[in-house]
């Protein structure tokens, strides 16, 4: 370590993330933005066997991305300038991905979180680091922080506790402990009592941590911005006394304030464990806190008597340096501030904003859906079929059974009409294209418009319109007739007055079966009669027998009133029978050209007629 850089961190420190976590970069990005760094101090991102991309991020109130990579070696050679790496990878592959961090020439500083890494590894580890002259923080860590500049992952916690312990800009004191919980606790007492941290490592709680307590402080001597240095060590172990021996060869001048907890254990009569794997009792006297505690004292360091008198000597320690001259404190900056995120202000009532989308047929925000207030559980229960969802879903309101009933038989009936006709033969041919089955539906469906199944609203508004006016049906086809309009509903390419379409003649029936009233059905067939003294396929069509019988649905149910009714007409809600029913058909189509293994469709030319 005495060869290694003294600092490790500045304002241009980038680092790489392997198996990133959104939390921890975002708290970095935070800390970058409260510094007012140039640069976000996130180089890349690491996500094993990933083939790249990028994860967006808040830098401020913009948003930035930072590239995702596949393998260390690749961001390595991606980001040369990013000499960090912080691994958030398990215990169980920590060791092979820091190994392979450790290899790349670039990466000067490695950053193992993960707690559990057995012995034997991290010893390799060191061992590889010090023959690089590279250094590991960590295991088991929280990680570390340089004031002002750069930030581990979730060290020193919430944005704001990093406000309120300073660490948005330099201070004059080095700290290091093996504890990532009890730094956050030293932060606010340095902020407190000095004027604060220029950076704090946390080398881990394990027994063989990657770096020491002696090997932080004296990267502390090496710095001019440090002025002060605080030790927080634990018992267990004989790390505290390579400071001891730095501070008897006087190799560390600097006043160094130093406190071993643990000194409670000699109450107990047997062997304890303290959290941390290092932190044990039972090492024998060298190894106790007093013992350690003493040691120090003895070799220069200023130790309290307890950790209760800790703040107060680091507070006179440091006033010293002040008053003797050898310190002099920089104004304090402006507090700055970071934007707030939207959700966590909305959260607290701070915020309001128009929404994007209204909605008022579905709601998915509790246990299960609901459909108009409906749960999709009480659907299955009282065994409701698709008719009783789309009044929920289109008409928002719960229809009577013989109104439900009819909508499955609409859908039923217009499900298909077989491969010749227009939607159907285009979904064939993209079938035979090899198009995926969203593509053949989509071509089938594009068809439907006043020529093809899309005449069931057009019916429904000239027959609605017809009854209003309470005109006749000799009347209405001519006026009809007079505007130059086809009759919407009438008409058939093959049916006619001697074939009439079995669909019709079922629709029919059921309506006069069921329906409490059926004014505008038999105003349509009334239509009927005339328009055959014209011609024999001006039969009444499925669309206008639809048409003419939602209308009677919905005047005879009491469900709707006139303005509702009026509503669906315009809107355009009947079309959306046949869409859906005939969306049934056209997967069929696609699925059976697929299934059948057909060929590329190409027209036979002599059914072309050539200009």
Known sequence: MSSAPSSLFSRTTQCLF?????LPVQRMLDFDYLCSRDLPSVAGLITPGASNGFHKVFYGV???????????????????????FINFASFRSAFSSSNDALDQPTLKTVVIIAEGVPERDTKKLIAKAKQANKIVIGPATVGGIQAGSFKIADTAG??????????????????????GGLSNEMYNILSKTT????????????????????????????????????????????TEYGLVDALKSKVITKPLVAWVAGTCAKVFPQEVQFGHAGARSGGGDKESAAAKNSALKEAGALVPVSFDGLETLIAETYQSLVSSGQHSPKPEPPVPHLPQ??????????????????????????????????????????????????GLLWFKRQLPAYATRFIEIVVMFCADHGPCVSGAHNTIVTARAGKDLVSCLCAGLLTIGPRFG????????????????????EDYVEDMKKKGIRIPGIGHRIKSADNLDKRVILLKEYCFKHFPSHNCLDFALA??????????????????????????????????????????????????????????????????????????????WDDVMYL
Do not use: W
């Open 18 to 22: 392997y198996n990133f976590k959104p």
């Open 62 to 84: 913009k948003e930035i991305l930072i590239p995702i990579y596949g393998s260390i070696k690749e961001a390595a050679q991606a980001q040369p300038q990013a000499d960090v």
């Open 158 to 179: 919430t944005v704001e506790n990093i406000i309120r312990c300073k660490l948005y800009r330099p201070g004059s004191v080095g700290f290091v402990s093996k504890s």
């Open 195 to 238: 004027d604060g941290l220029f950076e704090g490592i946390a080398i881990g709680g394990d027994a063989f941590p990657g770096s020491t307590l002696v090997d932080h402080a004296l990267r502390f001597q090496n710095i001019p911005e440090i002025k002060l240095i605080v030790v927080l060590g634990e018992l267990g172990g004989v």
């Open 341 to 390: 995120n939207y959700m966590g202000a909305l959260k607290e009532g701070r915020v309001r904003r128009e929404t994007g989308i209204a909605s008022s047929i579905c709601d998915d925000r509790g246990e299960e859906p609901t459909y108009a207030g409906f749960e999709l559980s009480s659907l299955v229960d009282q065994q409701n079929g698709i008719g009783f969802t789309i």
């Open 454 to 473: 899309g005449a069931i609203d057009d019916a429904a508004r000239y027959f609605k319109y017809a009854v209003d006016k309470k005109l006749s049906p």
């Open 527 to 604: 239509v009927e009669k005339v328009t055959l003294t014209k011609a024999p396929n001006l039969v009444l069509n499925v669309d206008g027998c639809i048409a003419a019988a939602f209308l009677d649905l919905m005047m005879g149910s009491a469900a709707f009133n006139d303005e509702e009714i009026a509503d669906i007409v315009e809107t355009g809600y009947l079309n959306g029978l046949f869409v859906f029913a005939r969306t049934i058909g056209l997967i069929g189509h696609s699925l059976d050209q697929k299934r059948l293994k057909q060929p590329l469709y190409r027209h036979p």
